[in-house]
């Protein structure tokens, strides 16, 4: 298993652009490495953008954002309020708030996977790729009932504090979602605990993404 880095101590000041088509998406997705990135590089600035939540989801969204990385590292979140399932028929418009996304020129960009099953998701990461193309972009990964999990080709390492404290924030913010029969704790560490064991991590898990292009 080879080992990058990313270009920066630990005084370094870069931004992080975070994209969820839904409420839970980011957390679900990309928690850990966050709460790393967060805890590594003291001076990490993230964006935080939501596309689809009303309401409670809102209010949700943005109280997982700030237990996640705290106030003075947010930025957002914006939360927009798109219709879950609809946003292709208004890709126009999806559009247009990439497009006021744009000057934040960040340093590393999290949004979904290309192959997503969930139409939302495609048309977000899609937009990215469309407005960000000499960006460094981490497609990350949602367990859901359409069986859509692929091969992901990076895996950022978590300790079992960072894993730990995902958890929590999901168990704690997202109070509407409890009902479902996916979003359980034992969802959420066995992704992990999966990814952990393909990248032998030395806690046994891990966050996986798939990164298209990287410069070495």
């Not at 996640?68 to 559009?95: H, N, Q, Y």
């Not at 997202?174 to 066995?190: D, I, N, P, R, Y």
């Amino acid at each position: 298993m080879l080992s990058l880095n990313l270009p920066f101590d630990a005084s370094s000041t870069f931004n992080v652009l975070c994209v969820g088509a839904h409420s839970d998406d980011i957390e679900i997705g990309c928690g850990g490495t966050i709460l790393r990135l967060a805890r590594k590089y003291p001076n990490c600035v993230f964006h935080w953008i939501v596309f689809s939540a009303n309401g409670l989801r809102a209010d949700e969204a943005r109280r997982a954002a700030r237990l996640l990385v705290g106030e003075k590292a947010l930025r957002g979140p914006v939360i927009k309020s798109f219709k879950d399932g609809f946003m292709p028929f208004v890709g126009a418009e999806a559009k247009e708030t990439f497009e006021e996304l744009k000057p934040l020129s960040p340093d590393l960009i999290f949004t979904h996977y290309r192959k997503d099953a969930h139409q939302d998701h495609r048309l977000l990461s899609e937009l990215t790729w469309e407005t960000f193309r000499n960006h460094l972009i981490l497609e990350y990964e949602i367990p859901k009932y359409d069986g859509d999990l692929g091969q992901p080709n990076l895996f950022v390492p978590l300790d079992t504090g960072d894993c730990q404290k995902k958890i929590e924030c999901l168990m704690d913010a997202f109070e509407s979602q409890k009902g479902k029969h996916w979003f359980e704790q034992e969802v959420f560490l066995a992704l992990m605990r999966l990814r952990g064991i393909e990248c032998c991590s030395t806690s046994g898990y891990a966050e996986a993404f798939y990164c298209h292009k990287l410069v070495l």
